[in-house]
């Protein structure tokens, strides 16, 4: 069974970066739309930027300007640079994706298991 995995969060201070990755664990024949969501504590999870394999990207309006979202197609791997993080960023991060494990599937979504970032001074 694939399963994404995500890399790279982490307890740091306000206004400073971090750098998260999303790959899946195994094969697959191809992705599709990719993208990050958070969980902030006592919320719901909400959608923090995606990208198309075309490279058209969204951002929710509390990341513009701080946050990039990028992909690398061949390796169906996905990156979120955060930048001038905020102590409201704190959340469960998760990566999305929809994909399809051979030629004859149908595209599935996909979740990992999240990664913690956590913003505090």
């Known amino acids: 069974q694939v399963q994404l995995v995500e890399s790279g969060g982490g307890l740091v201070q306000p206004g400073t970066s971090l750098n998260l990755s999303c790959a899946p664990s195994g094969y697959i024949f191809n992705s599709y739309s990719m993208g990050w969501y958070r969980k902030p504590p006592g919320k719901q999870r909400e959608l923090v930027a995606k990208?198309?394999?075309?490279?058209?990207?969204t951002y929710a309006d509390s990341v513009k300007g701080r946050f990039t979202i990028s992909r690398i197609n061949h390796k169906h791997t996905i990156y979120l640079q955060m930048d001038t993080l905020k102590p409201e960023d704190t959340a469960v991060y998760y990566c999305s994706a929809e994909i399809k494990l051979a030629w004859n599937d149908r595209i599935s979504d996909y979740w990992g298991q999240g990664t913690q970032v956590t913003v505090s001074s």
């Open positions: 990208i198309t394999r075309d490279g058209t990207t």
